[in-house]
């Protein structure tokens, strides 16, 4: 069995050049900052879908249905934990359909999260192959890909909710 620095020598520069990416976006979250109604969902469709996609083409062996529905029921526990953690806290919709959401840390452990769950499955992927059969193991690591793209699915559903709320207070 490889060693944590064999596995981290061993990561394509590529894999690290993703992360970067993902901690300068995060970190860019970190400022209040306008977003339009469109970019509300970019991240979480793609996400959602580069998940469901990656999970899918991991586990194949294992199942596609298994693997499809350990990935449903992973988003609906994403979705359904943004209840306690309240993500976005600060958000407000603007005349224009845009949104102003409140600068916060959350989106980059949420965006380290969604890398971190990619790179554990397949560094396990690589250490040991037959994993890919293993239904249990599918289960485990679709419901891990589904929890990350439910939370950021929930987070989005809570800034686009912030519409019809001023709505509310408009009309009143």
Do not use: C
């Amino acid at each position: 069995m490889p060693s944590p620095i064999d596995i981290v020598t061993h990561t394509p520069v590529a894999v690290w050049a993703g992360l970067a990416a993902i901690v300068m976006l995060g970190l860019r979250q970190r400022r209040t900052q306008e977003m339009s109604a469109t970019r509300v969902w970019l991240v979480p469709a793609l996400v959602g879908a580069a998940s469901l996609a990656s999970a899918l083409l991991a586990f194949a062996a294992a199942g596609p249905v298994l693997t499809g529905a350990s990935w449903a029921v992973g988003v609906a526990l994403g979705f359904v934990s943004n209840r306690s953690l309240d993500l976005p806290r600060r958000v407000s919709a603007n005349a224009d359909g845009s949104f102003t959401v409140g600068g916060s840390i959350a989106p980059l452990l949420l965006f380290v999260g969604v890398f971190m769950v990619r790179y554990a499955v397949n560094v396990a992927l690589a250490i040991q192959p037959s994993l890919g059969h293993d239904p249990l193991a599918a289960a485990a690591a679709a419901m891990a890909y589904g929890f990350t793209a439910g939370l950021l699915a929930a987070r989005s559903r809570k800034i686009w909710a912030t519409r019809r709320d001023r709505g509310t207070l408009l009309a009143a």
